[in-house]
C-alpha cells in the first residue's frame, strides 16, 4: 500500500539530511512498520516506490542500524525492508565488509538517482502556498449577469492586467441557475444570489448586499423625489426574466408575494431591460449596486413597497478552493467589487 501524500510531503528523507524532528521520522513507511508488526510482505507484481525512501536512506547511512534510527524502526524491520530491496533490485546493494557494510556498484550507481528520484517527488506533492500572478498563464471563465459585469468588470480586469499580464478572464451570460457548468469544470466562478437550488457542495464568499430599486428615463412622470405605490403599479413595467416568462421575473423573491404590476414587456437581462426604460416610458426595478455601471442617463427612485435585501455572492467548486491562482483571483473580485 502507497504512502498517502501527505506523508511524503512531510517526510525530510533526501540523502545527507538528518531528521531535526521526532515527526519527521514517524511519518515514514507505515506499510513497514505494519510488517515490523506481524505483516508478511508477499512478492508484488511492481516494485514498491516507498522502498525508494528507505533505500535513499540506507545508501546515505551504509548502516541498517543508522538507516533504523533515522526512519524511527527497529533493526529488525529495517533489515526485512533491505530483505525486500535487494528482493526488488537483484542485487544485494549492502554487503559485510569487516564490522560494517559496504555498497556493491549497483548501489553506487542507484544512489544519486535515487536521491533525485526522493526529492523529486517530496517536490511534485509538496503543497504550493502561494503563487507569483506575474508568471501566470492561464485563461478563466466567469459566469455572470451583464449588471455584474459592466459594473465591476472593467475594475476587475485592470487588477488583472497588472498583476497578471498572461491571464485572461472570459465572461459568460447566466442563461438559468443551473449550477451544472460549475460543477463539471466548464467555468471557474460564478456570481449570484444563494438559493435553495444552488449545490450544497459549493463553496462561496458573499460579495456584498444589494437592494431594489426603481428606474426611469430623465423627465418620466415618475422622475420624482417621491413615487406613490398607485403610481408605480400603474406605470407600464418591462421585467427581467431569463425563462420570459412574468412568474420567473428576477426581481419576484424580494417584493411582496401579492404585488400585481402592469407588465408591458419582458426581457433576458438588465442591460436590455435599462436601454428600453432608457428609451420609452416603461419602468425597470433593478437591483441597486449590481446594475450602477448600466444606469447613466436614467433616473433612480425608491420603491413605494417592502422589499427584501439580498445577498451577491462569489461561487466555485470545491476542487479549486486550495488552487492557489484560483485563491488569487477570488482576491482579485474581491478587490475589484470593494474598489467600487
Known amino acids: 500500500m502507497a504512502l498517502p501524500p501527505s506523508k511524503w510531503a512531510q517526510a525530510t528523507l533526501s540523502t545527507g539530511q538528518k531528521c531535526g524532528r521526532r515527526s519527521d521520522c514517524n511519518l515514514l513507511l507505515h506499510q513497514m512498520q505494519s510488517t515490523e508488526e506481524g505483516d508478511k510482505c508477499a512478492a508484488m507484481s511492481a516494485p514498491d516506490l516507498n522502498l525508494l525512501v528507505a533505500l535513499d536512506v540506507l ?5 541498517v542500524a543508522k538507516a533504523a534510527r533515522r526512519l524511527r524502526l527497529s533493526p529488525s524491520a529495517m533489515s526485512r525492508t533491505l530483505a ?25 550507481a542507484l544512489r544519486e538517482p535515487v536521491q533525485q528520484a526522493v526529492e523529486d517527488a517530496l517536490e511534485l506533492l509538496r503543497p504550493i502556498d502561494t503563487i507569483d500572478p506575474a508568471d501566470l498563464s492561464r485563461t478563466f471563465l466567469m459566469r455572470a449577469s451583464d449588471g455584474f459585469v459592466e459594473s465591476f468588470g472593467p475594475t476587475l480586469l485592470a487588477i488583472l492586467a497588472v498583476q497578471a499580464p498572461g491571464v485572461h478572464l472570459h465572461f459568460l451570460q447566466k442563461p438559468d441557475k443551473d449550477s451544472g457548468p460549475l460543477r463539471d469544470g466548464q467555468i471557474d466562478l460564478e456570481t449570484g444570489v444563494i438559493e435553495n437550488t444552488t449545490g450544497p457542495e459549493f463553496r462561496s464568499q458573499a460579495l456584498f448586499e444589494d437592494r431594489l430599486i426603481g428606474l426611469v428615463r430623465h423627465g418620466h412622470p415618475l422622475d420624482t423625489r417621491k413615487v406613490s405605490l398607485r403610481a408605480y403599479l400603474d406605470a407600464q413595467h418591462v421585467l427581467v426574466s431569463r425563462t420570459g416568462f412574468e412568474e420567473a421575473a428576477a426581481d419576484l423573491p424580494f417584493l411582496p408575494a401579492d404585488l400585481t404590476r402592469r407588465v408591458s414587456t419582458i426581457v433576458g437581462g438588465f442591460a436590455a431591460a435599462l436601454s428600453l426604460a432608457r428609451a420609452s416610458d416603461l419602468v425597470a426595478t433593478v437591483p441597486d449596486r449590481h446594475t450602477r455601471g448600466l444606469q447613466s442617463g436614467l433616473s433612480t427612485f425608491e420603491l413605494p413597497l417592502s422589499t427584501k435585501p439580498f445577498t451577491v455572492s462569489l461561487l466555485w467548486h470545491p476542487r479549486m478552493d486550495a488552487d492557489p491562482a484560483h485563491r488569487w483571483l477570488r482576491s482579485c473580485v474581491r478587490q475589484a467589487v470593494s474598489a467600487q
Open 59 to 63: 545508501l546515505a547511512e551504509g548502516s
Open 84 to 108: 525486500r530491496l535487494r528482493e526488488t533490485t537483484g542485487d544485494p546493494l549492502l554487503v559485510r565488509a569487516g564490522r560494517g557494510l559496504v555498497a556493491t556498484p549497483r548501489a553506487i
